[in-house]
């Protein structure tokens, strides 16, 4: 798997991503300046945290309309695979890959913390070492992660099977309005969304930064092995 | 020609800092400080066009860039 890393000015976990994905294909990615617009011969770009361009107007405003955002599109529309993570997820709703918007956290908090997952479609790129109900740990660090989308569009997305990853408590149960399992105030506890292919997905927490025993865990590690054997598949 | 664009959050869209500055302004004793919400104000000067044309264009800014359809509605003022 060719996967490449983009970086724009304020990025700054492009380094954990990138251990994530040396762990799964042996191979250290590609870093894309955001100035670049080659992406050819890629099986995955990533779109990790950070504050791009210092959050200006809104999380990712900036970002989505920078040279190689023109870049990731004509890769979208081409069928390549696409992880959003982070402000990477902000990036990808700002430039309308995909849908809904992050807003302010709801108790306006910078969170840092640990939250747990549970995997809503195990039939994707991103999930398909889990099985539909499995739960796991992630930690997520955020100001804006409060996912929101128009009734209709929230719709299609429940009805399409692309809400990822929800918000849940350590035992998997979902509930939209408890803070200790819902920590930023997601609509319908949301923590990751897919695009109609089911090859763009953004989600708010950080996998990248549970797949080694010296980090704490391999919780997130399955998210890119899926991803390897999807992509080389 | 100088333009005002405004970005507001829709209504229904929750608006936690204007949550916080309305409690804020209550503790102050402006009891009656009602629906307290927080937008953008993005003033732009633009050369070589009419009042009508500097509308024209500030809605497509506000479109493109300066507001998040999403969650966010604009407003326009081209001062006289």
Request: hydrophobic content about 40%.
């Amino acid at each position: 798997m060719k996967a490449a890393i983009v970086v724009f000015p304020g990025t700054n976990r492009e380094r954990d991503m990138a251990l994530a994905l040396k762990r799964v294909t042996g191979v250290a990615p590609r870093m894309i300046w955001h100035h670049e617009t080659d992406l050819d011969g890629l099986d995955l770009v990533v779109l990790p945290g950070g504050f791009s361009y210092g959050d200006y107007l809104r999380c990712g405003a900036m970002a989505a309309h920078s040279p190689v955002m023109g870049a990731v599109r004509t890769f979208a529309a081409k069928g390549g695979h696409i992880l959003g993570v982070c402000n990477g997820f902000q990036i990808l709703t700002e430039s309308g890959l995909l849908p809904g918007a992050l807003l302010r956290n709801a108790d306006l908090r910078f969170l840092s913390q640990d939250c747990y997952l549970r995997v809503e479609n195990d039939q994707t790129p991103f999930t398909s070492r889990w099985t539909k109900g499995d739960v796991f740990r992630t930690p997520l660090a955020h100001g804006d992660g409060n996912y929101t989308a128009d009734p209709a569009t929230l719709e299609r997305l429940e009805g399409e099977g692309r809400v990822a990853f929800r918000y849940a408590s350590a035992t998997g149960q979902v509930k939209a309005d408890d803070v200790a399992s819902n920590p930023n105030g997601s609509l319908n506890s949301i923590a990751g969304v897919l695009s109609e292919n089911n090859r763009i997905c953004g989600m708010m927490p950080h996998p990248e930064d549970l797949v080694d025993p010296l980090m704490g865990g391999e919780d997130g590690l399955p998210l890119f092995e899926g991803l390897v054997e999807a992509v080389v598949r | 020609m100088k333009v005002r664009v405004t970005v507001m959050l829709k209504d229904g869209v929750l608006d936690p800092q204007g949550k916080a500055i309305g409690h804020a302004l209550h503790t102050l004793g402006f009891n009656n400080a009602q629906d307290v919400r927080v937008g953008k104000v993005i003033e732009l000067d633009l050369q070589d066009c009419t009042a009508e044309e500097a509308r024209k264009t500030a809605e497509d800014m506000a479109k493109n860039l300066l507001a998040n359809l999403v969650i966010e509605d604009y407003a326009i003022e081209v001062p006289a």
